[in-house]
């Protein structure tokens, strides 16, 4: 997916959109049509400069910077792999595979892998400027630390002897963490609702991503309130519907990575992401094929 001394690798070329890079050189002063190069964030495609489209490969839900000079690899793969490594095990675990029921092997993968790994990903991400996959992959990387923490005995934070488990809090209410670990889960659950809103005009298979994580998020956030209102067998079925969609998020999260990293340099075929008809690459698949019926029909 990336490009060295600023060359364009295939896959760069076939994915690029708009016309042929600025022959004048960088713009200085004012910008064309109202692009600003300094806001990579801009969906406006009124300047000259190729741009790379909507494309979960590359950790992002729209048109975002220009393709040429582009001297870093693509850290959106390796942020995906993170978060889809770390999310199969513990979805695997609330889903009671082979009777584990045990959360605390995810503690070294939620610190080293989908915590550091993913997070350092997010920070790459906004050195080659992009702005949502600096967001997403940071922040899911500090969720994997928070729950590494939640997890580690040394803390001791949902333990028994807690700060959960006093006199005084059992004595009022002795499922006063389950409530605790809703409202945590609530608050990633409105976090992804939000970066999911971000998807609508990207492609298929990155909106599925955070479609299946934010219904993850919900429901492990209503197994716990509805443990702490005393239905265990509630309890147990959301915590498995929530493991469900985590192990759906998990293998759409690798499949995302994988097309970021295959291209004709090491891999005979290119996965599909399926753009949505509305996106920018969908108006041009439109476009190119009624020019096609246009030339058929005039011969």
């Not at 009124?46 to 729209?62: H, M, N, S, W, Y």
């Not at 910077?65 to 199969?88: M, Y």
Request: net charge negative; charged share 10%; hydrophobic share 45%.
């Amino acid at each position: 997916m990336s490009n060295s001394g600023g060359s364009l690798t295939e896959k760069d070329m076939g994915h690029a959109t708009g016309a042929a890079p600025n022959a004048h050189g960088p713009a200085t002063g004012h910008y064309r049509g109202g692009y600003d190069p300094r806001n990579p964030m801009a969906n406006i495609h009124a300047g000259d400069e190729p741009r790379l489209p909507a494309f979960g490969g590359e950790f992002q839900p729209g048109l975002w910077r220009p393709v040429e000079k582009r001297q870093f690899a693509n850290p959106a793969p390796l942020g995906l792999s993170a978060f889809a490594l770390t999310t199969f095990v513990l979805s695997a675990i609330n889903l009671g595979a082979r009777g584990v029921n045990v959360p605390n092997i995810v503690v070294p993968l939620a610190f080293g892998y989908g915590g550091l790994v993913q997070l350092l990903a997010g920070m790459w991400e906004m050195v080659v400027g992009n702005t949502f996959g600096a967001t997403a992959l940071s922040s899911y990387g500090g969720f994997w630390i928070a729950w590494g923490l939640l997890l580690t005995p040394h803390w001791n934070i949902l333990g028994d002897e807690g700060p959960y488990k006093t006199d005084a809090i059992t004595s009022s209410d002795p499922m006063m963490y389950e409530s605790a670990m809703g409202f945590f889960l609530t608050g990633w659950f409105i976090f992804t609702t939000i970066l999911l809103l971000c998807t609508l005009r990207s492609t298929v298979m990155f909106f599925l991503l955070f479609f299946t994580l934010d219904l993850c998020f919900l429901m492990l956030a209503c197994s716990h309130y509805s443990h702490s209102n005393g239905n265990t067998e509630m309890y147990h079925t959301l915590t498995k519907a929530g493991g469900g969609f985590g192990m759906v998020a998990a293998f759409l999260a690798w499949y995302n990575a994988f097309a970021g990293i295959a291209d004709s340099s090491n891999s005979f075929f290119l996965i599909p992401v399926f753009h949505f008809p509305w996106s920018e690459k969908g108006r041009e698949a439109r476009l190119a094929r009624a020019a096609t019926r246009e030339t058929r029909d005039s011969a």
